[in-house]
Every structure is written in structure tokens, then in C-alpha cells.
């Protein structure tokens, strides 16, 4: 999380990516840490997955992912 809010300082937009069990640790770190970070979270486990379903996960990302990146934030 401090590296997005780091690269997004230098003006490199980014967004934080995160399987969904951590959405609610995320969301409480950011808003201790003041960082309003652009976040997409997908679906867990991520470990042990084939090359085939990281690409699928990665697929169903993505409109999340250029959403964030390309709006407001």
C-alpha cells in the first residue's frame, strides 16, 4: 500500500491489487495510514493456481483494474 501511495506522488498511476479475505484489513490500514489508494480485490486463493487460471483471474480484473487507473481518484 505504500508503494502505490508512493508511485502515485511521482504522478505513475497505480492501483493496489488484493485477494477479496483482505479487503477488510486493507481498507482499515488505509484509512489509519490517511493513504486514499486506489484498490481492486480478486478472488483467493491466488496460491497454487495454474498459469491458466492467474490469466483468468487476471481477465476478470481487468475492467476493475482500468476503472481505477482511469477515474477519478
Do not use: K
Request: aromatic letters at 4%; a negative charge.
Amino acid at each position: 500500500m505504500h508503494d502505490i501511495d508512493d508511485l502515485e506522488r511521482r504522478g505513475i498511476p497505480s492501483v493496489f491489487v488484493a485477494s477479496e479475505p483482505f479487503r477488510s484489513a486493507a481498507v482499515t490500514q488505509s484509512e489509519a495510514l490517511g493513504l486514499d489508494v486506489a484498490r481492486v480485490f480478486v478472488e483467493h486463493p491466488i496460491q497454487d493456481r495454474t498459469d491458466d487460471e492467474m490469466r483468468a483471474i487476471a481477465d476478470q480484473a481487468l475492467d476493475a483494474l482500468l476503472a481505477q487507473i482511469t477515474g477519478p481518484n
